[in-house]
């Protein structure tokens, strides 16, 4: 069945450095939405992509969706202490109803 | 607008009980997702209604059920309790669901614990 891998699977930080997070999926998405829950908390949305090779950024978060379709990224530059958290990307396949979760990546941020 | 509500968000049952929670959604939104989480398997997808039919499944047995009201509020049930079921459940609610371009809105979920 289709997968969503996501790496790393943790990322520990110093406040101020960046981080990447990579989204692979094994079949071509028709879009892909990005979402971050906090330590306790429940997934709220980021963001969706929905063309091939879309950029978008919301002040220091820049995502991107591949060519293919099949991956994307979430780069937070100069990261802070709020930005801690786990991040997910979901995707949607065509004449899907329903949303294939990444296995997320963990992000602490060391003050 | 109110956001999404889940009942109740604490729940101990023992093995071999029947448990049913309970997900409003945002008002105007008719699809309505539940998915499991748990530390080793992720977030997984249980199945979405729209408009009182459920229009996709997950992978999980069929112990695993769920419904829609004409309201768009809804119910999930698991019966026959396993230990393995113990979980953060969570529904999201949006307008139309799946493959237009909608946003996902995820209530605070209900924490299942068998014992």
């Known amino acids: 069945g289709q997968q969503v891998m996501q790496i790393p699977q943790y990322q520990h930080v110093q406040e101020g450095e960046d981080f990447t997070t990579y989204c692979n999926s094994s079949?071509?998405?028709?879009?892909i939405q990005w979402y971050k829950q906090r330590p306790g908390g429940h997934p709220v949305f980021l963001i969706q992509?929905?063309?091939?090779?879309e950029v978008k950024k919301q002040k220091r978060l820049t995502f991107q969706f591949g060519e293919a379709k099949k991956n994307s990224s979430l780069h937070i530059t100069a990261t802070q202490t709020t930005d801690v958290g786990t991040y997910f990307c979901?995707?949607?396949?065509?004449?899907?109803?329903?949303?294939?979760f990444g296995t997320g990546t963990r992000l602490k941020v060391l003050a | 607008k109110a956001g999404v509500t889940q009942t109740p968000r604490y729940l101990i049952k023992t093995r071999g009980q029947q448990v049913t929670l309970s997900c409003s959604p945002i008002?105007?939104?008719?699809?309505v997702s539940w998915y499991q989480q748990t530390p080793g398997q992720g977030l997984q997808f249980l199945f979405e209604?729209?408009?009182?039919?459920?229009?996709n499944k997950g992978n999980f047995p069929g112990r695993f059920s769920g419904r829609q009201f004409s309201n768009s509020r809804s119910e999930m049930n698991v019966s026959t309790l396993e230990l393995g079921d113990s979980a953060l459940y969570l529904c999201?609610?949006?307008?139309?669901?799946?493959?237009?371009?909608?946003?996902?809105?995820f209530g605070p979920g209900t924490r299942l614990t068998v014992l």
């Open positions: 999201a609610s949006s307008f139309a669901g799946g493959i237009n371009t909608d946003t996902q809105y």
């Open positions: 079949t071509t998405l028709s879009n």
């Open positions: 992509l929905v063309k091939s090779g």
């Open positions: 979901a995707g949607t396949t065509s004449g899907t109803y329903k949303y294939i």
């Open positions: 008002s105007g939104h008719r699809s």
């Open positions: 209604y729209f408009s009182e039919t459920q229009r």
